[in-house]
């Protein structure tokens, strides 16, 4: 069965950061292209950055400089790295994939941040 699972939240003070995980379970992982999406309490699902196969990038405006994407092929996972994190990026946030016109979505991941 096709699963994405996500690891990583947390509760951090401005400033501070962290690494989210999503862990894979296809072998053609290496194929997709994977994004991450946050949900904030009250708000619509917003896509945050997109990762390519060939590991071309791309952030929404208000992560730009402070997040950044990456993937390992090998370990079939999808990260997404945090700095400066700011109260606005409170959210839960969501790996997901699109393949053979289906989505998919993990379970997702609280990220909090508050002094």
């Known amino acids: 069965q096709v699963q994405l699972v996500e690891s990583g939240g947390d509760l951090v003070q401005p400033g501070g950061s962290l690494r989210l995980s999503c862990a894979a379970s296809?072998?053609?992982?290496?194929?997709?292209?994977m994004d991450w999406y946050r949900q904030a309490p009250g708000k619509q699902r917003e896509l945050v950055a997109v990762?390519?196969?060939?590991?071309?990038?791309n952030y929404a405006d208000s992560v730009k400089g402070r997040f950044t994407i990456s993937r390992d092929n090998a370990k079939k996972t999808v990260y997404l790295q945090m700095n400066g994190l700011e109260p606005e990026d409170t959210a839960v946030y969501y790996c997901?994939?699109?393949?053979?016109?289906?989505?998919?979505w993990g379970q997702g991941t609280q990220v909090s941040v508050s002094s």
């Open positions: 997901h994939t699109n393949w053979g016109s289906r989505d998919y």
């Open positions: 990762i390519e196969g060939g590991s071309i990038t």
């Open positions: 296809w072998d053609i992982f290496r194929f997709l292209t």
